[in-house]
């Protein structure tokens, strides 16, 4: 398995190959939810766990809706579709302030628990590249930017 994480260009929005059906075939959907929700649990721990409901009822409602997304991109049924209508990316990440170095933490936390995941290993690196890769579209903040509006501030 091979976890490494490319640095997004800001503005870039690369073209990205959807999981494998393998992956879902060899997790299932019920694997799929416990694989998030255990994502879910440590990243509301992690560094850029102010972007996610500290609310235990509410964060259960994240997971439910978020999952219904991953299924339906690792080829099972469109929950998702059905319930909200097409993903809009941007749209969704909007209110976030997401840098790469928050990507970046939100991959570590998902490799955290992809680890302990007993597929195969071909299914699980057709998932993490799908997420390496899609991931870089939310990233809404160019860091080198921020770093400039520090400065000016503080001049």
């Known amino acids: 398995m091979d976890y490494k ?18 992956f879902l075939e060899e997790l299932g959907e019920e694997g ?7 994502f879910y649990d440590l990243i509301v721990e992690s ?8 609310d235990e ?15 339906e991109a690792c080829g099972g049924e469109k929950h998702y579709s059905k319930a909200v209508g097409h993903f809009d ?6 209110q976030f302030s997401i840098t790469e170095k928050a990507r970046r933490e939100w991959l ?3 490799e955290e628990v992809l680890k302990k995941v007993d597929i195969s290993a071909d299914a699980k690196q ?9 991931s870089k579209h939310t990233v809404n903040v160019d860091e080198r930017q921020e770093l400039e509006d520090l400065v000016i501030k503080k001049g």
């Open 5 to 22: 994480i490319s640095k997004t260009n800001f503005g870039e929005k690369p073209d990205f190959k959807y999981p494998k059906p393998a």
């Open 126 to 134: 057709s998932f993490w590249d799908f997420l390496e890769t899609f």
């Open 89 to 94: 990316m941007l749209k969704t990440h909007k």
């Open 57 to 71: 009822e509410e964060l259960e409602k994240i997971k439910a809706h978020n999952v219904k997304f991953f299924i």
């Open 108 to 110: 570590g936390c998902m």
């Open 47 to 54: 560094d850029i766990g102010n972007f996610f409901p500290q």
């Open 32 to 38: 799929l939810k416990k694989l998030f929700s255990d």
